[in-house]
């Protein structure tokens, strides 16, 4: 059986936080495509969630199969490339999430709307995307340090295969 060390056990806790954040939002943004007028964004946002609600899956998925030492896959890794690849990517648009919910602070530290039910919405939003975009960074780190842990051990795995002496 395979043993986590406190490293991966952390960091499986920031993959799920960042999976029912990110699902969440995923979620409204699809919900909106039907009620609001612009179509074309909130298909962008749902898209741009529904990625990164992958990346991060294939991730922790990685990790509880292929963890410390069983061999990726061709098509795992060729999907986790690609997946990595888009993420990596996605950071502009999440960076720009956060900068687009910045007009949010000025109400959050205003103490006449700090007393509304307004207040607490706007606050979530606001740390919800700073939050989603400080995970998503950790997450990239993360599935790098991973995906070149498993590629080592693997090796280092082969390599004593055929140093034992018989």
């Not at 029912?20 to 074309?40: D, H, Y």
Request: some cysteine.
């Amino acid at each position: 059986m395979k043993e986590f060390t406190t490293f991966w056990k952390v960091f499986r806790v920031l993959c799920i936080v960042q999976l029912i954040l990110v699902a969440f939002l995923g979620v409204k943004s699809f919900g909106q495509l039907f009620t609001r007028e612009n179509t074309l964004l909130y298909l962008v946002n749902t898209a741009a969630y529904t990625m990164v609600f992958l990346f991060v899956y294939h991730g922790l998925s990685i990790l509880n199969y292929n963890y410390p030492d069983q061999p990726l896959t061709a098509k795992q890794k060729r999907m986790f490339n690609l997946l990595y690849l888009v993420n990596f990517i996605l950071i502009a648009f999440l960076f720009a999430r956060v900068v687009n919910n910045w007009w949010m602070v000025r109400f959050v530290f205003d103490p006449a709307i700090a007393k509304s039910t307004a207040w607490y919405t706007m606050t979530a939003f606001l740390l919800m995307s700073w939050i989603i975009f400080i995970i998503h960074l950790l997450t990239l780190g993360g599935m790098f340090k991973l995906r070149r842990f498993i590629h080592e051990n693997t090796l280092n795995s082969w390599y004593n295969q055929f140093d034992q002496k018989p």
